[in-house]
């Protein structure tokens, strides 16, 4: 008797012991973040935030005062100076809660020439995101952000299992079509972007204290290259970029500067983010449901709504599936800035399949803004189309071409599925409920 007790009692100090032990276990891993970060399959995104690399902008433009800081803060008109303004100073008084720079912009074509020609000072490497870019200051002041060239005009992404569609580097080139394509759609949310070849060695390197960048270059043959630090899916020696002849082509994108060097954007989730598109989630016409029936001023007042609503026929037109947030004006006031597109590399990645799952909120929710449809319907008259327009517009770049040919008959055709999706919308709740102007009709939950 009195041995079966103590065996008994044995067994609950034995289990007591395990369970510690366990819950030990458990703490140390929750402890010990594990030492190499896998890149999860389903939700790439997740690694966004982080930062891999000591710089930033703060630290670049500690030293460096900048004059327009304060204009946009304090606004003040009477900062009239005796030097005529830059081009990237005229462009951001251009800046309004409408649009990011005038349909006007009498200063754009020397803004381009500036980005494409002006002499640099400094390169950093910039860090949000998962791609490997730079951060561009010239002697004149200014502040870009540039993207290496990674792959020829015709290495098109197949959106398959082999190239699966979180997997597909940035192209340099897209950014420089995404500013092209925006404005002939009258949009004016993509900012100014260009291409331009720089001496990798000495516009780039000797003007680098980037351990980022110095710390990962190799030779291949003669030439330079570079491994970059960013996430290891996508730097890679396999991904490696490299100079041709000591020349490395990029795109030079005008950044926005804001208070300090802090992000002018304030940053929304997509509900129709495609990585979870494409995870089946989000296909159901509910989802829009959902929001239209939340009866926020947000969606039926205002241009916010209608705003996202035309991102999404852009990033069909260029087949992007990674616009997993929006982005507004917090330079301004957010909750009554534009949609501002804002990264537009792993669009014009594939010009002969188009996806319709990129079209979801269009179809889901079956509002549109009245008279960017009308422009749309413009813009495929004869002598009016938009590929022919977008390829005359390419041609004024200083690394063209920018597209393949290829591309212009699908960003056609691609307009033409949209003017169909919002036919089929009319078919169904009225030209009354679908084109809009101000406010959008919810619907009753
Ligand atoms: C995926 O697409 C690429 C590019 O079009 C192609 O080379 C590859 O064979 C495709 N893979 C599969 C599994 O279909
Ligand atoms: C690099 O130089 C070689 C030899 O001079 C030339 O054949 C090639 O076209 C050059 N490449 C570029 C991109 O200029
Ligand atoms: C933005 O504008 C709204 C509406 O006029 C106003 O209520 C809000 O306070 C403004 N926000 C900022 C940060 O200025």
């Given at each position: ?304 709504f209608l705003d996202v609503m035309e991102m999404t026929m852009f990033d069909y037109l260029i087949r992007n599936y990674d616009r997993h947030h ?120």
């Amino acid at each position: 008797m009195g041995n079966s007790v103590r065996m008994t009692l044995w067994g609950y100090l034995l289990v007591g012991v395990g369970i510690l032990f366990m819950g030990f276990l458990v703490c140390l891993t929750l402890y010990f973040p594990q030492k190499e970060k896998t890149f999860p399959n389903s939700l790439p995104f997740a690694v966004r935030q982080l930062t891999y690399s000591k710089g930033n902008e703060r630290s670049l433009s500690k030293s460096s005062q900048n004059v327009f800081e304060n204009r946009l803060q304090v606004d003040t008109p009477k900062v009239t100076t005796e030097r005529p303004l830059s081009p990237w100073e005229e462009f951001h008084k251009d800046l309004t809660l409408d649009e990011l720079y005038s349909e006007r912009a009498p200063y754009m074509s020397r803004l381009l020439h500036s980005l494409a020609t002006a002499p640099i000072s400094r390169v950093h490497v910039f860090s949000p995101g998962t791609q490997f870019k730079f951060l561009i200051k010239f002697e004149n002041g200014n502040f870009a952000i540039a993207k290496p060239m990674r792959l020829k005009r015709d290495a098109y992404w197949g959106y398959n299992k082999t190239h699966l569609s979180w997997k597909d580097p940035e192209r340099h080139t897209a950014e420089i079509a995404a500013f092209h394509l925006d404005r002939i759609l009258g949009f004016r949310r993509v900012a100014p972007c260009v291409g331009r070849k720089v001496d990798l060695l000495n516009e780039f390197l000797l003007k680098s204290q980037d351990d980022g960048l110095l710390d990962t270059l190799e030779w291949r043959g003669d030439d330079i290259c570079f491994v970059g630090d960013c996430p290891a899916v996508f730097c890679n020696k396999d991904r490696i970029i490299c100079a041709e002849n000591g020349t490395l082509e990029i795109s030079v994108c005008q950044k926005l500067r804001w208070k300090n060097g802090r992000s002018p954007f304030h940053e929304e989730a997509n509900p129709w983010d495609h990585y979870v598109v494409h995870n089946g989630l989000k296909f159901m016409s509910i989802l829009c449901r959902k929001y239209l029936s939340l009866q926020m001023p947000k969606i039926s007042h205002g241009r916010f709504f209608l705003d996202v609503m035309e991102m999404t026929m852009f990033d069909y037109l260029i087949r992007n599936y990674d616009r997993h947030h929006y982005s507004l004006m917090r330079a301004i006031n957010y909750t009554l800035s534009f949609v501002v597109l804002v990264d537009n590399g792993k669009g014009f990645g594939n010009p002969f399949e188009d996806d319709r799952k990129c079209m979801a909120a269009i179809y889901q929710c079956c509002r549109f803004r009245k008279s960017t449809f009308e422009r749309m319907l413009d813009l495929t008259k004869e002598g009016n189309k938009l590929g022919d327009l977008m390829r005359k517009s390419l041609l004024e770049d200083p690394v063209a071409p920018i597209l393949t040919e290829e591309f212009f008959p699908a960003l056609d055709r691609r307009l033409a599925h949209f003017i169909q999706e919002i036919h089929k919308c009319i078919d169904i709740h009225g030209q009354d409920t679908v084109l809009v102007d101000k406010y959008v009709k919810v619907v009753e939950s």
